[in-house]
């Protein structure tokens, strides 16, 4: 039996249609009943052998809202997470933690950062968002104890109008900002995550983004020819932008050929988001 913290979020909520579709037995729990008693309580008395935590705090509409609310940032970021290992620690179970490659900044001179490589967007390498600070820090806390995934995810998008998908976003800013991003389409993110711990893959980090990256410009001109043509704006340079919101935003280019050892293959980026703007649901 596995259980599923936030299952009624963005993600979590395509972890339960996965689930589902592969016949797992499972329970889902929301956020704001994780207390430690409580749910080892959970874990005991549905013989729970596997947690997957889809909770945080991103901020709404975007990670601005993180440096106003940093208490939260903190509670949904790394207490709770922090909170999951111990209890997973005392139940002697193993758990999959959603991550996030917004820990990083740049493409490591064109290598894309793989998991060992230390973040270089967080508390300790700043300047960074709060929000980075919190996923990084988390990162390190769970990181040592040995019994957990670390699924990076990295820009979400799918063929579903949302104001969570990277696609739709692009849709509705006034204005772009033309940077080279690796990108995670949900479907084959939360697909590997399972595929990882039905192979009983090893535990540790592992970057999921679709092999590849994009920049802006690039999935612009894939949705003018698909979903809307209209015409895009974009920022003059970084600096612009900078002036425009109240905390860095992390570009970054991972790694994938960790995932690709374990024998599971996700579809090249630019193809990923050509079928999910062709088949593009409003």
């Not at 192979?199 to 999921?208: E, V």
């Not at 935003?249 to 991972?254: K, Q, T, Y």
Request: net charge negative.
């Amino acid at each position: 039996m596995i259980l599923l913290i936030g299952s009624s979020g963005y993600i979590g909520s395509k972890f339960s249609i996965e689930l589902a579709k592969r016949d797992f037995s499972f329970t889902t729990v929301p956020r704001e009943q994780c207390k430690y008693d409580s749910l080892l309580n959970i874990i005991e008395s549905n013989n729970i052998e596997f947690i997957i935590n889809a909770a945080g705090y991103v901020g709404k509409p975007n990670v601005d809202v993180c440096e106003r609310n940093k208490d939260l940032a903190l509670e949904g970021n790394v207490y709770l997470p922090m909170l999951i290992s111990s209890v997973c620690l005392k139940a002697g179970i193993n758990w999959g933690h959603v991550s996030s490659g917004c820990i990083y900044s740049g493409d490591n001179d064109g290598n894309g950062f793989k998991e060992e490589d230390e973040p270089n967007f967080s508390f300790s390498s700043p300047p960074c968002s709060f929000y980075s600070g919190t996923k990084a820090l988390c990162e390190k806390a769970i990181g040592q104890f040995g019994n957990c995934y670390i699924w990076r995810l990295r820009v979400p998008f799918d063929n579903v109008d949302n104001t969570r998908n990277y696609l739709t976003k692009l849709m509705n800013y006034d204005m772009l900002l033309n940077v080279r991003n690796s990108l995670s389409h949900i479907g084959d993110f939360v697909s590997s995550c399972l595929d990882l711990v039905e192979k009983d893959s090893p535990l540790g980090i592992y970057n999921i983004v679709n092999p590849g990256s994009a920049t802006t410009e690039e999935v612009v001109s894939i949705i003018k020819r698909t979903v809307l043509n209209k015409e895009f704006r974009f920022f003059s340079d970084e600096h612009e932008f900078n002036g425009k919101v109240n905390t860095p935003r992390s570009s970054c280019v991972l790694n994938t050929d960790k995932i690709a050892g374990e024998g599971i293959v996700l579809r090249p980026v630019l193809k990923s988001l050509e079928d999910s703007l062709y088949s593009w649901i409003s």
